[in-house]
């Protein structure tokens, strides 16, 4: 199994995240943006969207992280990640998808702000994208009361959909420029330490380290 | 089981149709946005995010409408939405993703034009919403080659999902205001054939007549 991802991507996180999770073995290649990996007549073969990640298992190709997700959960049913009885995996997709559209939309901007020096993006965009991240993070660490993972007390879809995006966010407030970036949720630490010691969970699970992203190291 | 839901709304309509091809009997709760049923202190106990659709089984509340599906799918699942293989479980869910991420969530801001008289959105900003969605559907059409359907050979939930959109954005085009609407895909029956043929295979499913919006017909 090759699975194609780019260093810091939280659409490609998660999916390492689940690997390692399922103890599942494949072949990671690293590919650059920056380099027009993602753009190659081959790569565009695999997915027309130019995005990662993408997984080629034999002859089966598959795009969409959380398709990706759901391919490993039924080719490698244990540990679960969406959850045994209806109820539970009900409740994984409602708090996955709580995330996925509430909060993650809202990252972009700063990718755009902070890394492609897009001058079309106001500090008003801003303010209000990290308003937005800041009360779903609140809400996320909410939903941590009485139990240690974000959909019940084993981890889940929901866990590791918004473990890298925590990072990421994480990370945005330690940018040079952060003294502008308004979130007033940072350092998780101590506004939402709920979120901050969950997180430290995923931290400990094993085989982490591995999918941290390595040009966060440097 | 009960099914909160408003007219129109193409996230309830989608569970509406997977009750309807699922052939599972529940109590529909037409409720009204423009009277503040979705705010109302018992609503908001069911989903704080006072949106549609709510499904209450019993005493399991659940909303987010694709977390709703994979709830019906697991209590219910012939005929099977999302796959009975890895693979094609992967694929629809592929496809369903891409409706998700890349065409939805373009819809909200003519809403916000034609339904809410927002004066913040621009020509400017409908032009390339409008743009983003003709792109998608004809990437959709695309996928109907060779196929009756957009993820093989039967009904799947990327087509529940889909097809709301497709309704929806069919009756935008047909709104007073529509000269102003760039979207270069309508009418579908011209422009898209294929996509406009599997609309009427959808429409012919029994029981889709019962999940028609009440107040288009009127």
Redesign the interface.
């Given at each position: 199994m090759d699975l194609y991802w780019m260093s810091g991507s939280p659409f490609a996180w998660r999916v390492t995240l689940a690997l390692a999770i399922k103890k599942v073995d494949y072949v990671g290649h690293e590919i650059h943006g920056s380099k027009g990996d993602n753009k190659t007549p081959e790569f565009l073969a695999m997915n027309p969207?130019g995005k990662v990640p993408v997984l080629k298992d034999g002859d089966?190709v598959?795009?969409?992280s959380?398709?990706?997700l759901?391919?490993l959960e039924?080719?490698y049913p244990e540990p679960s990640l969406t959850g045994k009885?209806?109820?539970e995996?009900?409740?994984i997709?409602?708090r996955?998808?709580?995330i996925?559209?509430?909060l993650a939309?809202h990252l972009g901007l700063f990718g755009r702000y902070l890394f492609r020096g897009d001058k079309t993006v106001t500090m008003e965009m801003l303010a209000e994208a990290a308003s937005a991240i800041s009360t779903e993070f609140t809400t996320a660490a909410g939903w941590l009361e009485g139990q240690d993972w974000l959909a019940g007390n084993t981890v889940s879809m929901a866990d590791i959909v918004l473990y890298p995006i925590a990072a990421l966010v994480q990370r945005l407030g330690k940018h040079p420029q952060a003294a502008a970036l308004p979130f007033t949720v940072l350092p998780f630490g101590e506004k939402l330490p709920a979120l901050a010691a969950w997180m430290a969970r995923i931290e400990a699970l094993p085989g982490y380290d591995a999918t941290y992203p390595p040009h966060w190291r440097t």
């Open positions: 969207r089966f598959l795009y969409e959380d398709a990706i759901n391919y039924r080719k009885s209806p109820e995996a009900g409740h997709w409602q996955t998808l709580e996925e559209s509430y939309p």
